[in-house]
Nanobody, 123 residues
Framework: QVQLVESGGGLVQAGGSLGLSCSASGRTFSSYVMGWFRQAPGKEREFVAAINWTGGRTDYEDSVKGRFTISRDNAKNTAYLQMNSLKPEDTAVYYC????????????????WGQGTQVTVSS
């Protein structure tokens, strides 16, 4: 069992930056692929980024490539999402999630989810 808690969301102007953190309970954090998803009002939850167990491989949705960076610190049981050059269309609730598989962007591949943190980008 893994419990995930996101933090770091908030309100930022377009072009600004925010950093999200995802703290995990338990001693098996390094056994999981970590991902970030987001869900805007009236839209389906969508994949944003993922990082493999060691942090050596990452995957990004096209619209965030070059702007967002996913990372992890297994010693701190924490995953991160650094978001730069934010746009109003990045506004959403952001969720971190844990999976045992790397390479799938589907939400169904992730078994543990955080409660989400709101990110709002004003124009």
């Amino acid at each position: 069992q893994v419990q995930l808690v996101e933090s770091g969301g908030g309100l930022v102007q377009a072009g600004g930056s925010l950093g999200l953190s995802c703290s995990a309970s338990g001693r098996t954090f390094s056994s999981y692929v970590m991902g970030w998803f987001r869900q805007a009002p009236g839209k389906e939850r969508e994949f944003v980024a993922a990082i493999n167990w060691t942090g050596g491989r990452t995957d990004y949705e096209d619209s965030v490539k070059g702007r967002f960076t996913i990372s992890r610190d297994n010693a701190k049981n924490t995953a991160y999402l650094q978001m730069n050059s934010l746009k109003p269309e990045d506004t959403a609730v952001y969720y971190c999630a844990a999976s045992i598989r790397y390479g799938s962007r589907g939400a169904g591949a992730y078994v543990y989810w955080g409660q989400g943190t709101q990110v709002t980008v004003s124009s």
